[in-house]
């Protein structure tokens, strides 16, 4: 079954002009904020951080915000909500940035350049992924301004985007997924999951989460949006293990086949390329779910499902 069968998006709509155009836009919000994210720091430190946040990318995380924001909000997305969107992709940047060290995955390569600690060296890369966690406050504060919210409101964004990237979330994640990596570790298929709701679906979930709190949402539709985005993420996962272990380093824009030479616990490693294929299927199938389950009918939602089902990197 394919990802347009299962979430029925209108056969019309065009997932690759979508997130094209959604890229555009937080690549625009994002050119004009990184001056001032990197405001005040030393050059060489600045230089990486500036070349952090340029990292190109898919935009998966703003594009969700920006696309909750637009099922409470219809119409015209302002500029100020891709703003705020840019906030959850600066503290994914801060976490690929620390994934990438000799002291986590060791990565040479990540979207198709070299990382940062290749470039400007490993203290230089922790250091900016650091400065990068409280600029993404002070950005996410800003645009809600923008938005006419309250100080409570602006309060809730920031525990948001604070609680996904932290200890109980993305951060957690990783501190289980190194455990993970010991000799005597043993991994099953609820702790890999745990691992993953962490690592990767705290924070899909929180893009959407700001995205519907910042419209104005009510609690019914925060919730719908919120199992959406977690089992957006363990799909997403499921996908990226799918892919490390069939798809070349050329392909992928990141070093292929490293979970498998580091012995990590993945979806192909527990239960087989085939099941763990549809494992995504059924995870996807769950999300969009939700969203009907809720009333909440959106084009772009379910194209993005389809779209982290079908990716090719």
């Known amino acids: 079954m ?5 979430t029925g998006s209108p056969a019309s709509f065009d997932v690759d002009a979508f997130l094209a155009r959604e890229r555009d836009r937080v690549n625009a919000a994002l050119d004009t904020l990184a001056p001032a994210v990197a405001q005040g720091a030393s050059h060489t430190l600045r230089e990486a951080m500036l070349y952090a946040l340029a990292t190109p990318g898919k935009r998966l995380r703003p594009a969700l915000c920006a696309a909750a924001y637009g099922v409470l909000r219809p119409g015209p997305v302002p500029d100020a909500v891709y703003r705020l969107a840019c906030a959850v992709e600066i503290v994914h940047t801060y976490s690929l940035v620390h994934d990438d060290l000799p002291c986590m995955d060791d990565d040479d390569l990540r979207r198709g350049r070299p990382t940062v600690h290749v470039v400007y060296g490993c203290g230089t890369a922790l250091l900016a992924g650091a400065a990068l966690i409280p600029a993404a406050v002070r950005v996410l504060d800003g645009a809600a301004r923008e938005l006419g919210l309250d100080a409570p409101a602006r309060g809730r964004l920031v525990a948001e ?15 289980l997924d190194l455990r993970a990596e010991q000799p005597d570790a043993r991994v099953d298929a609820e702790g890999l999951e745990r691992i993953h709701r962490l690592k990767t679906g705290a924070l899909l979930a929180a893009s959407l989460r700001i995205g519907a709190r910042a419209a104005g949402a009510d609690e019914a539709r925060l919730e719908a949006l919120t199992a959406y985005g977690r089992e957006l993420g363990l799909a997403f996962q499921i996908v990226d293990d799918v892919l490390d272990v069939t798809r070349t380093a050329d392909e992928l824009g990141k070093t292929a086949g490293k979970d498998v030479d580091a012995g990590k616990a993945t979806y192909p490693s527990l239960f087989g390329l085939q099941r763990a294929r549809e494992m995504a299927v059924e995870r996807m199938g769950r999300a969009v779910d939700a969203l009907r389950a809720a009333g909440i009918h959106s084009a772009e939602l379910e194209a993005l499902a389809a779209y982290v089902l079908e990716r090719g990197r």
């Open 2 to 6: 394919t990802a347009a069968a299962l």
């Open 161 to 175: 985007l604070c609680g996904a990237g932290g200890a109980l979330g993305m951060v957690g994640g990783q501190w």
